[in-house]
């Protein structure tokens, strides 16, 4: 089964998947393009910016290169950590059962939200680190 969200309500509201591991392993897969995509493009993002904070005055500083290994492995730990989610959701059914609800939805949206945060956090560092600059050169 595609992913094919047409509203951000049904990209993030989902309905669960069945209660078998290979359905929920499925239900997960077929979510991760998109988590990859929304990942990828807070990471590049976040790049932007700190190429852009770098290069704007005062004190003026090249783009620090040594950052971009660590964004390379950011999106391959994101990945492995990606699949936390439906093992995750995997024992929850196994322990559980039917008295608990699918988790599947829960689990990727705190996921997505967690991944998002902190791909855009080097941003906001940067942001912040500028704005010592510029106060430093006023005062």
Sequence with gaps: ?????????DFLFPAPARRSAAAIFIWW?????HFNLLVGGAGTFSLCVIAA???LPPQRQPFPL?????ALVFGVAANVFYLLGPSAECVLARI????L???????????LTFSLGL???PSMVAALDWGFRL?????
């Design 53 to 55: 904070l770098h290069w």
């Design 119 to 121: 791909a855009l956090l």
């Design 96 to 99: 559980w059962g039917r008295k």
């Design 29 to 33: 897969e077929a979510r991760r393009l």
């Design 66 to 70: 040594e950052i971009l290994p660590g």
């Design 1 to 9: 089964m595609a992913l094919s969200p047409t509203t951000i309500s």
């Design 135 to 139: 106060l430093r050169w006023l005062f």
């Design 101 to 111: 609800l699918p988790a599947g939805p829960v689990l990727f949206r705190m996921g």
